[in-house]
């Protein structure tokens, strides 16, 4: 009997455990249900200090989640911090091993590598229950405990791990983002659900359009399909039977419809293929306000629209990738009006939108991406209905009216400083075996004239080297027949010629899109960009690689090691 009465109590504590602690669950708002903002964590006296875990679930349906809670059970909470605050974060990793379905299909080289010792600083250990941070976009070192991705690695045993740095003083204001970054494993964390906002304070202060407006973060993040069998919705042409792309997604078709490789959530709140039930926003008639979007796909691109019955509105663009677009101190109080704003898996855009009239319910929809042959389905889709309701709550923060005008960066314009050399690196493909389209593709990103490899974690042996205190262009081109998103770490970067013709940006950006190759093409699609390595932050051993995650995970990676200025000596 006392026996049976153990087993009993045991059992009862697995199930308490099973059910969960409240607030330590990947909590989902219900499809349509009204977009909320995330908590704002906010520094006080120079000073955010706060304790983020990261947790996994797997539901009923097989799919596993993936978040960041904060000591108070806030989900993903935005980092509110000014430029030179110091930001203290302990990272619990609270990861269990998901279900197998949701593992990287292809990960070779994503071995286990046991660290040499306990220390999550010099860890490297590769696994899917091994977690870290990246701060997408900061000019802050890549070092442990700031923004190393490759040694650090905190395991489900260690102590909370403390990350440590300042906001640089000159970080541009505006979007930034924090997401894990383990090599093999960045797209199901990041898929489940695992990113939130960074922002740093005083886009106002930049540029005096904003000055005074509600400003609202929504992070748009894809999901693996709740749906994968229906068949498109009836109030869509039918399209071509619909292909498997190299990674196994929905291949995209052509003709903006069908099923996509993804769904998307906006601030967690699932918008499901076939039929796409928007969420909900409602806006006092006419307000305008500032709305901070980041794309936290792991692989899908967006090309964001606002309709008012049906017809596309202005939204004014005024930063992008975290950086205002008058950051050349040259233009005044840019706002660049578009009625569509292309954002690539990791970018930024920050607008200002004007609610519709009393009565009226607008649309925010992404259009659809031509993402090439070997390119994923990313088809048309709602993502939240906008009322205009004299009703309408504010948004949570206010932009100051009358704020005080950032001084001017004290380094030149990018634009206007030679560079010392010039690279070439290409993007491409490989089947593992060429007579079988079936097979697994290997993806590259390679300095031109070197043997592509595919991204080794341990190797340490830098693909390029630079020197802090220089510039270099780089021009980056792509030879395979899918579009894909080239991101390096610590810095931003100026685009100068998209598509070999010269463009002529006031700003700087951290993501640029490298548009896909096709048969009969003359030249290789290319973006000239110069880099940046004047910050004395920028030195040290970093990556740089797509930002779609399944082919950064798959080897489209590479590493840069910025030498510092004082040559010879190591940092
Ligand atoms: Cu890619």
């Known amino acids: 009997m006392a026996q049976k009465q153990l087993v009993l109590i045991a059992l009862a504590t697995v199930v308490l455990h099973a059910a969960e602690v409240p607030g330590k669950t990947c909590l989902r708002p219900a499809v349509g249900s009204a977009i909320t903002e995330p908590e704002d964590l906010r520094s006080r006296n120079g000073v955010l200090e706060a304790n983020l875990t990261i947790h996994n679930s797997t539901e009923a349906d097989g799919s596993t989640r993936y978040c960041y809670i904060d000591g108070n059970g806030n989900l993903s909470p935005n980092l509110r911090l000014k430029p030179g605050d110091l930001l203290i974060l302990h990272l619990k990793n609270d990861l269990t091993e998901a279900d197998p379905k949701g593992a990287p299909a292809n990960h070779m080289h994503a071995h286990m590598h046991a660290g040499k010792s306990g220390d999550p600083c010099m860890s490297g250990a590769m696994t899917a229950t091994s977690t870290n941070l990246h701060f997408h976009g900061l000019t802050i070192p890549a070092v442990c405990h700031q923004d190393d991705v490759l040694k650090t690695s905190v395991s489900p045993h260690d102590a909370p791990f403390e990350y440590r740095f300042r906001i640089p003083a000159d970080e541009p204001p505006g979007l930034y983002w924090y997401h894990p970054h383990i090599h093999g494993f960045s797209k199901v964390q990041v898929l489940g659900g695992a990113s939130g906002a960074l922002i740093v304070e005083g886009i106002e202060r930049a540029n005096k359009e904003v000055a005074g407006l509600p400003e609202r973060v929504l992070i748009i993040r894809d999901q693996d399909l709740l749906n994968p069998n229906a068949p498109p919705s009836k109030s869509e042409p039918v399209v071509p039977k619909m292909l498997l792309d190299r990674d196994g997604d929905a291949a995209n078709n052509g003709t903006g419809f069908g099923k996509p490789a993804k769904d998307l959530s906006i601030n967690f709140v699932p918008v499901p293929y076939p039929d796409y039930p928007p969420a909900a926003i409602e806006m006092k008639p006419g307000e305008r306000q500032l709305w901070r979007v980041l794309n936290a796909s792991a692989i899908t691109y967006l090309n964001l629209a606002v309709l008012f019955n049906r017809k596309p509105q202005q939204l004014g663009l005024v930063a992008l990738d975290g950086v205002p677009l008058n950051q050349s101190g040259l233009v005044g109080d840019l706002v660049d009006w578009q009625d569509h704003l292309g954002v690539p898996p990791g970018a930024r855009v920050e607008f200002i939108v004007q609610g519709p009239p009393s009565g009226v ?211």
């Open 361 to 571: 319910t607008g649309l925010l929809v992404t259009r659809t991406v031509d993402t090439g042959p070997s390119g994923e389905n990313d088809p048309n889709r709602a993502l939240a209905t906008i009322k205009g309701s004299e009703n309408a709550a504010e948004p949570r923060s206010t932009l100051a009216a009358t704020p005080d005008r950032l001084a001017p960066r004290a380094v030149e314009w990018l634009g206007k400083v030679l560079p010392v050399r010039t690279r070439r690196l290409y993007f491409s493909e490989k089947l593992t075996d060429p007579n079988n389209p079936n097979s697994a593709t290997e993806f590259y990103i390679t300095v031109d004239g070197k043997t592509p490899a595919l991204f080794d974690a341990h190797s340490g042996v830098p693909d390029i080297v630079a020197k802090q205190g220089t510039i270099e262009d780089w021009i980056i081109e792509n030879r395979s027949t899918e579009l894909h998103a080239f991101h390096i770490h610590q810095l931003h970067f100026l685009l100068l010629e998209y598509l070999g013709k010269p463009v002529n940006e006031p700003f700087l950006r951290d993501t640029v899109n490298v548009p896909y190759y096709k048969d009969k093409m003359l030249a290789y699609p290319s973006v000239r960009l110069r880099m940046d390595f004047r910050d004395p932050n920028t030195i040290g051993t970093y990556v740089y690689h797509c930002h779609l995650l399944e082919h950064e995970d798959g080897g489209m990676m590479g590493l840069i090691r910025v030498e510092p200025a004082d040559a010879g000596k190591a940092p």
